[in-house]
């Protein structure tokens, strides 16, 4: 195990003979290696800690739930219809996977890259920028999802998920070539 995770050997015998509590990155591992429900493992770290009254009593356990949603391409009984972004096409999506403070009618879709499959939720409606948010913005290759943080001067750094490439600063100058389409509220991901 020390080995797979990367803990050191003294940390995983503390855990398993000494009573220390093993981390979330152990539990994982455990959940991977032995076929047991990560959730359970979850749970059963948590009650064993000092919060675990409180998270039993707050209803704080984990489960290992997955629903099935609909998202289709042809029209399907009162499901709402999203436009995909830039596109005369829609898709119609079950919804549970929709916003509860957002009229349906002010989102649309924007399928994601970087290998992910899915889509962003946006709100075409929302456009005023907030650090830390993310949107889909066009800064001259396009449209694309990009985190805004605020910089120093007046300026603006766009930040793209999971890319691992740098980020790119736009100055208070130039703010004005940044396009923002709208903000994201939700991702959709699918398998």
Known sequence: MAEKTGLHVNTIKGYEQDGRL?????LAQLAIETGHSFA????KRLLAGKL???AEDQHLMV?????AYSISVTPAAKLPRLKLFGQDRYLYIDEALLPANID???LVLFNIEDGKVGFAMISIEDRDIQDGASYLIDY????????????LAGSIVLVAEGQGG??????????DLVKVHGKVVCTISYI
Do not use: C, H, M
Not at 166 to 175: C, F, G, I, K, N
């Open 22 to 26: 093993p981390d979330v990155d152990y």
């Open 166 to 175: 740098a980020p790119l600063t736009v100055s208070s100058d130039q703010r």
């Open 40 to 43: 359970d493992l979850l749970n």
């Open 52 to 54: 675990g009254k409180v």
């Open 140 to 151: 001259g290759t396009g449209p694309v999802v990009r985190t805004i943080q605020f910089g």
């Open 63 to 67: 489960t290992e739930q997955q629903e």
């Open 104 to 106: 349906w009618r002010d």
